[in-house]
């Protein structure tokens, strides 16, 4: 499905607004009948336009104060090291996103952490132990302006 009509983009752009939001309700918004609409919503979810569902959460409210902007670059690029980067890079929690980047880096990770000190240990633990990582570079954020994962699912529907 890659055609978004501008029902599906309707139904996206509400469920990314309140992902609990029920099956009748959403029918009730966009003017169609429950039937109708729980199929769009399961063909949205079958054809993976829809991953899943989650609850959005207050990171400093959780004691993690630290946001990290991390560049990584790499001396190896094997196919071995590569596997053994992703799986670590995959199954730490504090690694909110990694990206295979252009430029002189390799690697853009979104880093969080309790405070200065649980970053630095983070690095030391962590990120200096990644296979073939030659050099690292931290920018951390002083001021949160704007978090989203929310797509712009109007500017790609076709109708």
């Not at 918004?29 to 199929?39: A, D, F, K, N, V």
């Not at 919503?41 to 004691?63: C, D, F, T, V, W």
Request: glycine share 6%.
């Amino acid at each position: 499905m890659s055609d978004i009509d501008s029902v599906n983009a309707e139904l996206l752009t509400l469920l990314q607004n309140d992902g609990r939001m029920t099956n009748a309700k959403l029918a009730e918004r966009i003017g169609m009948s429950e039937t109708p609409c729980w199929r769009r919503l399961k063909r949205l979810e079958e054809s993976g336009i829809i991953e899943g569902y989650q609850a959005n959460l207050n990171r400093r409210k959780l004691g993690l104060g630290v946001m990290a902007f991390v560049q990584l670059r790499c001396s190896e690029h094997d196919q071995a090291a590569t596997a053994e980067f992703q799986r670590i890079v995959q199954t730490t929690p504090n690694i909110l996103a990694c990206h295979n980047t252009t430029g002189a880096d390799d690697f853009l990770l979104i880093v969080v952490a309790k405070d200065l000190d649980d970053y630095s240990a983070f690095v030391d633990s962590t990120l200096r132990r990644l296979p073939g990582v030659t050099s690292i570079r931290s920018n951390l954020s002083l001021k949160e302006m704007k978090a989203s994962s929310k797509l712009p699912v109007t500017s790609v529907s076709s109708k």
